[in-house]
């Protein structure tokens, strides 16, 4: 299975914490992205960086990208409680198809 | 605002039956998907179509049978439904660029096999 791994499975942090979660992933990639569900919803993305990107930032978000590792970061500073979500990494390793990984469960706590 | 709706949020039906589960876009995507979501599972790709009529097997196909005859439609079918096909379902599309761009997911539909 080429599916990417998140980690930790689940992260509790309070208020103004930084979360910082990690994805793995086993074939050379031509992007990868982040998103976010909150819970019984769908995805909303996040986040895209290319492979030849090292790192991208939007907001209060942080993604790196090490190929070299295969392994991805995403880092939410200054976290709030309405960042409670889960979070999954997607890579693209065959055009027009996305294997996302199994998930972060991110609570933050007021 | 762009949109993917799906029909059903919530679904509860028998085994043995034929179950369709319809995902209409706004956004006149090529790229359509469907997508089950187990818990520690994460998300498994099922089908997906790149044109109208036009369809490719993802990593867990079978059981599964989908259609689309136009653009914006995209549907996933269960012909005899069974116990092991309760999930979350959610459906998915974007632009056909060579380079797969953002997904716009629906908001999922939870389907009960009894």
């Known amino acids: 299975s080429q599916q990417g791994e998140e980690d930790p499975q689940a992260l509790s942090i309070q208020e103004g914490e930084n979360a910082t979660m990690n994805c793995s992933y086993k074939?050379?990639?031509?992007?990868l992205q982040w998103y976010r569900q909150n819970s019984g919803r769908g995805l909303v993305h996040l986040i895209l960086?290319?492979?030849?990107?090292r790192e991208k930032h939007s907001g209060r978000l942080r993604v790196t990208l090490d190929t070299s590792k295969k392994s991805s970061s995403l880092l939410i500073t200054a976290s709030r409680a309405a960042d409670t979500a889960s979070y999954f990494c997607?890579?693209?390793?065959?055009?027009?198809?996305?294997?996302f990984g199994t998930g972060t469960r991110l609570q933050v706590f007021p | 605002d762009v949109k993917v709706t799906q029909s059903s949020r919530y679904l509860v039906k028998r085994t043995g039956e034929k179950v369709f589960l319809e995902c209409v876009q706004d956004m006149d995507h090529e790229n359509m998907f469907w997508y089950r979501q187990d818990p520690g599972l994460g998300l498994r790709l099922i089908y997906f179509?790149?044109?109208?009529?036009?369809?490719e097997k993802g990593d867990i196909p079978e059981g599964y049978s989908v259609s689309r005859e136009k653009k914006e439609r995209f549907s996933l079918i269960l012909e005899s439904a069974s116990t092991n096909q309760t999930s979350m379902y959610l459906c998915?599309?974007?632009?056909?660029?060579?380079?797969?761009?953002?997904?716009?997911f629906g908001e999922g539909s939870r389907l009960t096999v009894l």
């Open positions: 998915a599309s974007n632009r056909r660029t060579g380079d797969t761009g953002e997904l716009f």
């Open positions: 179509s790149y044109d109208v009529k036009m369809k």
């Open positions: 997607a890579t693209e390793y065959n055009t027009d198809k996305l294997i």
């Open positions: 074939t050379s990639i031509n992007n």
């Open positions: 960086i290319r492979s030849n990107e």
